[in-house]
């Protein structure tokens, strides 16, 4: 009882500043907001933003779109965030300057990334399509072009979040046990048995806990599509946080907005649901 | 549109009015220290070409009246975020709405700008200032923007587009006069496009806030065509997809894929303007506001190369420009003297002195008069012509509140459009589809017309 008593204004302030902007989400998805003579009218609507959702061609490019996005920038900046962790924690000499190196890109705002990456892909200002004209190649329409527009905008996230999984895994790897690499050397293990019977399995965990972080990262992606490619060409890098941006404040459909971002948040459960029973059955196994 | 339309006999009335209210604002403020009387006003303007001239305005009427005025810039979509935010506040903080076209219906519907007259009775509108297809009023009970409704605004900028022509090539091709119809720019932009190191053509095609949708208005409207019937008496049947709607669309991709930029779809403002003032460009129509850039030694390789002219029009029909411009409207949940002190700043802000003074500062005048006097045979303001032509025709293409939405519907299709996603039939019977029942769900007198096939 007393447990509970010495608890209750942690719990109570973290209910409010957690769960009511929640819970006001979710009431707003049901009504609809207009403004008369400088005050607000609600009209409650029901499910009909819900059921509007079905219909709408953005939203469902955006959900189509951020799943492949977040997929492949995900697997991209672990792949390369796990290789140069393994390689700066073999490194002995300048292993401060590597580290810093690395980081850089994720110390770095959004809104800056995109405008760096905006004129270097420009094909006719910048500086990748000179590189390209220098070699003798035809400059490429990186982000205008709606084949390679999403890839290219998961090229820029892979750059700027690989940091983000290399600082964990880095971590994770300087904390793995010594004496078992040790006893492996003893047996005569090479590199690549130890990468794969002793790091991996060791570091499965961290592997888990960077996934889903970057996972559910990746899925709001915003700023980068904003400034990058306006989710143009057509619906070719809509991404669910622009779609929202867009019907809540752009179009100042505050109820349909809001039901939009309900409908995402119950996605990112249904996600972070299906990572965790994943998670439980490799543990099993 | 402009004033001009009004009886003489009226206007010399209301002239003298407005003379008469610009020398009592000046005669308020010569008599008493205006600093103790006049309340510091802040205005909420977005970030753009013509800031600069306003912003040097603004510093001149300081000068002039010792009023102090902030002035709150912000992005453009973020500063609409920020009027809504002030305005829907029990006590707002901006008290100047510098308000586009795309949003300044937004704030008339939802009663958040008071109208001048309920703040100083005797305010009187020069009747030289252009009121820009009469979006300076609004009828709450017609829900219609005529004279008829209630003064809410004055203009700060006419922004419309106009046709940027690099001329030193027009002579050395031997092409004479100015592509006043879509013949003409079409013939000359092909004539002039040798990829690729010059294009005919730069035309905006990306998604945005009001982007490419705004530079398509001038080739919809100037066929003939339009996105509704007749807002003016509440007919909002969609004809966007009439014949006239996909000529214009056609034309538009037909420019961008065979003698226009190879990216056209991604093409944001700041990149049509970059290949003009680089010299990859022989025309483009954009807002008149980029004038300034052209003729940027520091930033332009086409110094004194471009000449400006009204957009092109089907032969025998006047151009016709859709209207982005702004106006500037006093917010209503601000304190008395605050919008008192707002008004006294628009007053002076109209009057031609200060008018003439802001197109040397760099920006565009919204009084007539301005577009007389001998600034305007400066070869410096060359575009001051063009401009007044073009106010003569500008078309308000939005009269309602949700217009976002319908922007929002026609900057889809038309990208995808351009992109060739969809072909033009399509994407004009989809987005006219998609206008219909946003105007349906508002209640609004709609319907359609028969789709393209």
Redesign the interface.
Known sequence: MWRWATLSPALVLLLALGLLPVLNLVVLGFFDVRWADGRASWSFVGTRHYAALAGDALFGASIANTMLFALGAVAGQMLLGFALALLCSKVTRGRVFWRALFILPVLMPGIVIGAMWKLLLNPDFGAIGQLFELVGLQPVDWLGNARIALFSVVLVDVWHWTPFCFLLFLAGLESLPRDVYEAATVDGADAWQELWHITLPLMWPTIVVTFVFRLVLAFKVFDEVYLLTGGGPGTATEVVSFTIYQRFFTEDRAGYGAAMAVAVIFLIFLMLAAAAAARRRVQAA | MASNNVPLGRRMVLGAGGVLAAGLTRAAFAQGGPQARVAPITIVINQSPWLDSFRRSVEQYERETGAKVDLDVQPF?GSL?KQ?NS??ASRGTADLLVMNSGWFA?MY????VEPIHAIEPGFRLDPEVYTLGDTIYFDADTRTMTPRGRLMALPIAPIVPLTYYRADLYREAGIEGAPLTFAQLEANARRLHRPPRMVGIVQR?????H?VAFDFYPYLYGHGGSIFRNQAENDYTVTLNAAEGRTALDYYIRLARECGH??T????QA?VI??VV?G?AAHMLTVVAAWSQMDDRDRSAVVDKIEFAPTPALPGRPTAPGLGHFVGGVA??IPDDRKRATVQFLAWFQTKDAQIALARHGGMPVHAAAYRDPIAEDRRYRWMKPLAESLRHAVNIYQFPEA??VI?VLE?GL??AI?G?ITSVVALNDMARQIHTVMAARGYRTGQVEPLR
């Open positions: 979509a975020e809504r305005v829907r937004e519907f939802g009663g958040f095609g990306a998604r945005g806030p982007t190879p990216r779809a991604a093409l944001d990149e970059q290949n680089t990859r209503r949940n976002s939405e929002a889809l990208n995808r992109a996603e």
